[in-house]
């Protein structure tokens, strides 16, 4: 059963930072990634979509990373502004033919003006 | 407004009742999924649909729970006898399936159910 872990569960940053979000799997045999974002007490906002034959996908100040071998994803974003703050959530699909997205728990992040 | 649509939005009802949630997918998607989210966890994945067919659903999904998409378009999530276990966000996606590997989920707002 794969397992998504994602650490820190919260962060804190100054505007203008660069930050790192950190996802790890337990199960490298991922057909894709997929990032998200929500807002309190609302649906998921898609990201960006990582093929499992792709190491990363970038768009605008986003970049996500992809290391299957290692069951770790990261997503990068650069100049960080106060409407970035949301609770970011990856989500791995099994194979091919199996596209159920299975989550964790996300990281809460808060973006200081 | 084309993405997902869900309805309604928000729905408070007394245990024992039976609710039913709408889903809408973006035009032309064939794939549908649901899932649930309660406070403070992920989404979890409940069901989905290629067109009209059911292929998958989760354990989660006991029998007073039934899905539909009767004609390959919305869908329909029934809760038959809740439970104040039930009480979550009931989350609806959909996809496209080109056959070329892409299967991108997009979300709808969500129908949030209490259960009093």
């Known amino acids: 059963k794969q397992e998504v872990t994602q650490i820190p569960a919260a962060l804190s940053v100054p505007e203008g930072e660069n930050l790192v979000l950190n996802c790890s799997f337990t199960d490298s045999a991922i057909y894709n990634l997929q990032w998200f974002r929500q807002d309190p007490g609302k649906g998921l906002t898609s990201l960006l979509l990582?093929?499992?034959?792709?190491r990363e996908q970038t768009s605008g100040r986003l970049n996500a990373s992809l290391d299957k071998s290692s069951g770790r994803s990261t997503l990068y974003i650069a100049a960080s502004q106060p409407g970035d703050s949301a609770t970011y959530l990856c989500?791995?699909?099994?194979?091919?033919?199996?596209?159920?997205?299975?989550f964790g728990t996300g990281t809460r992040l808060t973006i200081i003006p | 407004d084309t993405g997902v649509s869900q309805d309604p939005r928000h729905k408070i009802t007394k245990r024992g009742q039976n609710v039913t949630f709408r889903c809408d997918p973006i035009s032309e998607h064939n794939r549908l999924y649901w899932y649930r989210q309660t406070l403070g966890q992920g989404p979890e994945f409940l069901t989905y649909?290629?067109?009209?067919?059911?292929?998958?659903k989760s354990r989660l999904l006991s029998d007073r729970f039934s899905a539909e998409r009767p004609k390959g378009s919305f869908s329909t999530l029934e809760i038959q006898r809740t439970e104040q276990g039930d009480s979550a966000m009931y989350l609806c996606a959909s996809s496209l399936d080109r056959g070329q590997g892409s299967y991108e989920q997009y979300f709808g707002p969500g129908t949030r159910l209490t259960v009093t």
């Open positions: 989500a791995p699909v099994a194979n091919f033919g199996n596209e159920k997205l299975t």
């Open positions: 990582i093929q499992s034959s792709q």
């Open positions: 649909f290629q067109n009209e067919a059911q292929l998958e």
